[in-house]
């Protein structure tokens, strides 16, 4: 019986629709020999469609299924059993893509050429002026990238706001234009027609651009931009999730206006509480933290944390925290922007590397940090390295020359069935069903007041309450269950 709603108050998981086993075909095989009951919250797909890069976050079509992952068919297959989310980049599309290709070879004729940010819609003339681009956020060294019309040999420089090559193969939508906004409604409805139930909106927060700004996350323009995409969604029953790495502010006004936002404050905050061994920044966080999130652990890029953790973090104390993971192998994305660095020069963006290294791949640290993303308000999404415990990849980076490969593992189907096999993978598993399963968690919340060296947070509904215990000193990790007049101790 297929899922209603991929946004159950239940554990989720994450991964590339090759990752756990070559295709589509074969991750429903993994979730239905061996997760059957713990995705009950759903399976978030990233992107499944053809891609000439970025790991599929270079889509050239939304309208068929990657050939060597499967087709809608197979999708649909997974939604019997769990809710479904993919992603819509909706900043950009590939270089590759009908699209941009039509406008390559006859530029301003193109009957897609408002389909695409030329720098005429930004500066007057289409001449780049220096000092609104060193107001921009950066994602590459200049947000544009130039290209010559095979037809008319004129060059032509579009907006780029991501890509590692030049020009970039991810070329930024005009999304104010009349024409895409009529392919995102096709899209968006392709989606419903096949049983997807929630949307990512991925790098929305780069979509709006404005001389004279950052470009990145324009208030109030990206919160009324949401708003009408989230008119077009909603009458189709698919719920979004915004994905902005931006200023807690930011994410806060917009978990105000009903949409899902993700913590990317959690990742770190989790890393800081194990290796500090106190509890005194996250039960800050926790305070005033809105419930409408999904919360991360890890993901298929790395762990925030600039811009994300901005006037939130000591740097200083952040650097020990970087300096830990590199220790144990992790690697590290850099801010670009100079107007973006913190002081002294703080330039770290994410750290790259598994959840599972990043705490010394201690079975008892590791538990203690699921433990904690389980109980913390909110989705639990777990991302499917972190599901098996999995250590970094080097070599996949080394080969690819992307940092972030790290923490991207391609299991066979043997792997798969081998990690599931450990003690650390069972213990996990154990702990998800019974975040799906007990009744406290769609109660209230509370920090209970504890010494620093531990944690105490507790989840209550009427006559049943569950009750997480973690000692940071020994990472000893309990659960005091009630449940239906029955007072029961877990160990994690």
Request: glycine content about 6%.
């Amino acid at each position: 019986m297929a899922n209603e709603n991929a946004l159950k108050n239940k554990v989720q998981l994450i991964t590339y629709a090759d990752a756990l086993g070559g295709d589509l075909k074969a991750l429903n095989t993994v979730l239905t020999r061996h997760f059957m009951d713990i995705f009950e919250g759903g399976v978030h797909i990233l992107p499944p469609f053809p891609s000439s890069g970025d790991r599929g976050f270079a889509p050239t079509t939304y309208f068929e299924i990657e050939p060597s992952f499967g087709t809608w068919d197979d999708m649909k297959a997974i939604g019997e059993h769990f809710g479904i989310a993919v992603d819509l980049m909706i900043n950009h599309i590939s270089q590759r893509s009908e699209y941009f290709q039509d406008f390559l070879k006859k530029g301003r004729k193109s009957r897609y050429a408002d389909f695409f940010l030329t720098l005429d819609k930004v500066w007057q003339g289409g001449e780049p002026v220096k000092a609104d681009l060193d107001k921009v956020a950066l994602r590459r060294p200049v947000p544009y990238s130039e290209f010559t019309i095979e037809e008319t040999g004129e060059r032509e420089r579009v907006w780029t706001t991501f890509g590692a090559s030049d020009p970039s193969e991810q070329i930024d939508l005009d999304v104010q234009s009349p024409a895409v906004q009529k392919m995102f409604r096709e899209i968006l409805t392709l989606f419903a027609e096949n049983g997807v139930r929630m949307v990512r909106l991925d790098a929305v927060g780069y979509v709006l651009k404005k001389p004279g700004t950052s470009c990145f996350c324009l208030e109030p323009e990206m919160y009324d931009y949401i708003s009408e995409v989230k008119q077009i969604t909603d009458a189709l029953q698919i719920d979004i999730l915004p994905e902005v790495h931006a200023d807690i502010a930011i994410q806060y006004r917009l978990a105000r206006r009903g949409v899902w936002i993700y913590d990317f404050i959690m990742p770190y905050m989790v890393l800081d509480t194990l290796l500090f061994r106190r509890h005194d920044n996250l039960y800050k966080y926790l305070e005033d933290r809105p419930e409408n999130q999904f919360v991360t652990l890890d993901c298929h890029d790395g762990i925030p944390v600039k811009p994300d953790l901005d006037g939130m973090i000591d740097e200083a104390d952040a650097l020990v925290v970087v300096n830990k993971c590199l220790e144990r192998g992790a690697r590290v994305t850099r801010v670009l922007s100079e107007n973006h660095k913190g002081r002294n020069g703080f330039d770290v963006h994410q750290i790259v590397c598994t959840y599972y290294e990043a705490l010394g791949c201690d079975d008892d640290a590791y538990l203690a940090a699921r433990a904690i993303q389980f109980f913390v308000p909110g989705i639990p999404q777990v991302y499917y390295v972190g599901m098996l415990a999995g250590k970094n990849d080097t070599r996949r980076a080394d080969l690819t020359g992307d940092n972030r490969e790290m923490n991207r593992h391609n299991y066979t189907l043997e792997e798969v069935d081998d990690a599931v096999g450990t003690s650390v993978v069972q213990r996990l598993m154990a702990l998800a069903r019974f975040r799906n399963r007990h009744p406290a968690f769609d109660g209230t919340f509370e920090t209970v007041a504890c010494p620093k060296d531990r944690i105490c947070m507790r989840w209550t509904q009427g006559e049943d309450s569950c009750t997480l215990h973690v000692d940071l000193g020994v990472r000893r990790t309990y659960i005091v269950s009630v449940a239906d007049g029955r007072e029961e101790r877990i160990e994690v």
